[in-house]
């Protein structure tokens, strides 16, 4: 056993900390779950005297901090963490807790957080409690997804910090296959420590601490007894999580079958929860306790802040969203501001559009969330003349896990455009929608006058209309006939020597 760890930890530290990691370090420390454990003691005695009974599901809100570089980069996937929200309520679905995002995600730009979100310990990042306190938000779960967080044995997965009552997770492990850290890391946020509290660290090992193993683990709590005559104090306090001194860690399948006997000489393997998901054993995960469903019960009920009356529509989408404009590898007319439109879907109450350079989203996506209308911009993100891919995805409140979505590819154009034109002050272009038999006013207050052409584009990038138009100084309107526009949508350009000023404007019958 001893071998075989060493071996382990060198082959790690030559060539990467990942495969630790991999192996399911979870970043808390004893001390750290000591404190969740009382809280998890004092949950119980309260609930002891009062009863709880949910009626129905509670719908818990979390809020995502994204963390990416000074530069934009290295920051997760974002349809990779709604993936994961969604793989995450299944694990809490028979426990009646689901979880919804409060917010649209919220991007921090910090090279500094991003690469180590720890703060105190051996790791301590003093820079990231003044990024991390200014970014949490009250009424919901935080969590901050980071490139890299380092701990004592290499990359940690993930932690929850009990201190600042939030949750830090590492890029690699935001996927829905790998919700078990996820799930786990929860688990602690709802005072649930390790079933091998006192053992973190430091797996048992016949060479190094005996066979039966001690009284008392290397990290100081009680080791549990087979017989349960210590489980209401000893390792994590619950009763129906069994004997378990790490066994998990660096054990290769989901049935352990070592040889270790509890401090009174009985053998421990059978008992051993490999499917219990604050265990190590990697990728055996699937189950809570009764008494870890209980406690994490407890817990939510004490947390009213968390508590809301959102009933959400669960009715799945029916059909994805239909990109309109640019589709197919069309070219864009501007480069630098980049408009994108698709056809609204039924049910949706915001959009989720993602642009990359590769089809997989896994190059430096950018994104937006688009709570009004179909139609959203990005601005100064793309190179002239490339191949970029752009996708959305329909969502709802409190229901973000159906909706496929939908890609396509592009090419940005080569001319730069500018949004505004300097002298204009104030304009609008009304009424929008537009009936083919009304006049669009364009109404423009400039503080010097100015000659301008005013375009007509299709979402195809087509010019259909081209006016010349003077505007005076102060005030004025011109009217332009849509009479000889079919159904649809269109750009209106107004394009004079010092800039652009777009509007897109929807005609109808
Ligand atoms: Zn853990």
């Known amino acids: 056993m001893k071998k075989t760890l060493l071996i382990f930890f060198a082959i790690s530290a030559l060539f990467s900390f990942d495969a630790i990691a991999q192996n399911g370090f979870c970043g808390m420390t004893i001390e750290e779950q000591l404190v969740i454990k009382e809280r998890m003691m004092q949950n119980r005695a309260n609930a002891a005297n009062s009863v709880q009974v949910r009626t129905g599901v509670m719908w818990v809100p979390i809020q995502f901090h994204i963390l990416e570089d000074n530069d934009g980069g290295n920051r997760v996937d974002a349809i990779k963490v709604i993936e994961m929200l969604c793989a995450l309520n299944e694990d809490y679905l028979d426990q009646d807790i689901q979880f ?61 910090s009990p201190t600042f009552d939030w949750l830090v997770l590492r890029r690699s492990v935001v996927s829905a296959p790998g919700v078990e850290t996820l799930t786990h890391e929860l688990g602690h946020f ?4 390790h079933p091998f509290l006192g053992w973190d660290g430091e797996p048992w090992d016949e060479d190094i601490h005996g066979n039966p193993a001690p009284i008392n683990s290397p990290g100081g709590p009680k080791t549990e007894l087979v017989n349960g005559s210590n489980c209401t104090f000893a390792a994590d306090g619950f009763c129906d999580t069994k004997p378990n001194y790490l066994f998990g860690f660096s054990w290769a399948n989901c049935n352990y079958t070592g040889n270790c006997l509890d401090p009174n000489g009985v053998e421990v393997a059978s008992g051993v929860q490999e499917a219990n998901y604050m265990a190590y054993f990697t990728g055996c995960a699937s189950e809570f306790t009764p008494e870890q469903k209980a406690a994490i019960a407890a817990d ?59 089809p997989t989203f896994s190059f430096d996506p950018s994104l937006k969330f688009v709570s009004s209308g179909t139609y959203v911009e990005f601005e100064g993100v793309f190179d002239p003349n490339k191949t970029y891919y752009w996708r959305v995805k329909p969502l709802k409140e409190g229901n973000v896990c159906t909706g496929d979505v939908v890609s396509t590819s592009f090419k940005t154009g080569t001319v730069t455009g500018v949004r505004e034109i300097k002298e204009v002050l104030n ?42 138009a003077t505007f005076g100084h102060g005030t004025t309107n011109h009217q332009l006939s849509v009479s000889d526009l079919s159904e649809g949508m269109y750009i209106i350009s107004i394009e004079s020597e010092n800039g652009v000023l777009t509007e897109k404007i929807v005609v109808t019958r």
């Open 300 to 358: 939510l009920d004490s947390r009213t802040s968390l508590h809301t009356t959102l009933d959400p529509d669960l009715t799945p989408f029916t059909e994805t969203a239909t990109q309109n404009f640019p589709i197919d590898g069309e070219e864009t007319p501007l480069y630098n501001i980049v408009g994108f439109d698709w056809e609204p879907v039924a049910g949706a109450t915001s959009y989720l559009v993602e642009i990359d350079r590769q």
């Open 427 to 468: 304009y609008t272009i009304s009424p929008n929608p537009i009936s083919a038999k009304e006049s669009l006013n364009i109404n423009i207050e400039t503080n010097q006058a100015f000659d301008a052409v005013i375009n007509v584009y299709n979402l195809s990038g087509q010019k259909i209309k081209e006016v010349n």
């Open 190 to 193: 709802f005072t649930l420590p």
């Open 100 to 160: 919804y995002m409060k917010d649209e995600f919220n991007m921090v730009q910090s090279t500094s957080v991003n690469a180590n979100p720890n703060i105190g310990g051996a790791n301590n990042n003093p820079f990231a409690q003044s990024v991390m306190v200014g970014e949490k938000v009250l009424g919901a779960i935080n969590i901050f997804i980071t490139k890299d967080i380092p701990g004592d044995f290499g990359q940690t997965l993930g932690f929850y």
